[in-house]
């Protein structure tokens, strides 16, 4: 499992040029699940996520996590985090986890960071061609694997 966080001011995802989910200050998570993850997994990403300190204290050291902000998380569900482009110029999605197993680890982390770590999250739909608007802070980008 592997997540890319971008630290925003705010972003709004779209599908069908219909507002499906919106944040204020808080972080993008982009979220890839691959062949053979398990809930253990979910359980590391989503404390990573939620001690994540990648916000500037009084100081302006990147010192406070999204909970100590009040911030928000938009999780989304990438498939293609896991697209291989070593060979040729067609991303191979091979070590990608199908729907059928990623879709209840990508909910799992929803629930995990919402009911275990208290923090608001938003999503988008599962599989569907989404449009995200993001205005960056920073910019700041962490990418993490399990």
């Not at 599908?15 to 691959?34: A, F, H, N």
């Not at 040729?88 to 982390?109: C, I, K, M, Q, V």
């Not at 995990?112 to 995200?132: C, N, Q, S, Y």
Request: proline share 3%; net charge neutral.
């Amino acid at each position: 499992m592997k997540f890319v966080a971008q630290r925003v001011l705010c972003a709004t995802l779209t599908v069908d040029d219909q507002l499906v989910s919106e944040i204020g200050r808080g972080l993008v998570v982009y979220l890839g699940v691959k062949t053979g993850d398990h809930i253990t997994a979910v359980k590391k990403i989503a404390e990573k996520i939620a001690k994540l300190r990648v916000f500037s204290d009084e100081a302006g050291k990147m010192n406070l996590s999204v909970k100590d902000i009040g911030g928000e998380v938009l999780l989304v569900s990438q498939f293609t985090l896991y697209g291989d482009a070593r060979k040729g110029n067609r991303p191979s999605f091979t070590d990608a986890a199908r729907g059928d197993e990623a879709n209840p680890l990508y909910e799992a982390a929803v629930k995990e960071l919402r009911e275990v770590w208290d923090i608001p999250v938003k999503t988008g739909i599962f599989g569907a061609d989404m449009h995200i608007l993001q205005k960056n802070e920073g910019p700041v980008t962490i990418i993490y694997e399990v």
